[in-house]
């Protein structure tokens, strides 16, 4: 009951205030899988195990939605340890917390998530430290390459 609590308060909490990104822009996580962002939220507060994080006042919590796209014939993997938002300061911000496919049984610890062959998979990752809520989320660091994302 408490995971499927977590999962409607991750939802909605997502859709409070979303950035209108370019979702048909497909970047390059590796030379077998492609990516995009589907959506970009921000939230006041997100939920880890039995804890609460809030956001100072004027700050949020950015929740990326990905779509991951294995162009390949083999299993392949995506590690959030690798996948950061770039500020406009230049600092890194973590992944914290990542969602796959918005399944109740998603560790959300997890960081690495395995996407099947010729298979997409969406992920929903949080990130912190917060940001200023009237942040635009511009450039995201992938494998140590840096994305400029696309809007409308």
Known sequence: MNKLLL??????????????????????????????VVNVGKSRFYEKGNTT???????????LIFEFKNKTSEEQEIDFEKI???DPDDYLHNAEQVLMNLKVTTNPY??????????????IAVFVPPLPKT????????????YELDYN
């Open 7 to 36: 999962l409607g308060l991750l939802l909605f909490s997502t859709t409070i205030s979303a950035q209108k990104i370019d979702k048909n822009q497909w970047y390059i996580y590796s030379d077998a899988v492609e990516f995009r």
């Open 84 to 86: 950061f938002i770039l």
């Open 53 to 63: 994080y809030y956001a100072e006042k004027g700050e949020r919590f950015f929740k």
């Open 135 to 146: 942040e635009i989320i511009k450039r995201l660091v992938i494998n140590d390459e840096i």
């Open 110 to 123: 997890k960081l690495q998530h395995k996407i099947k062959a010729n298979k997409k998979r969406k992920i």
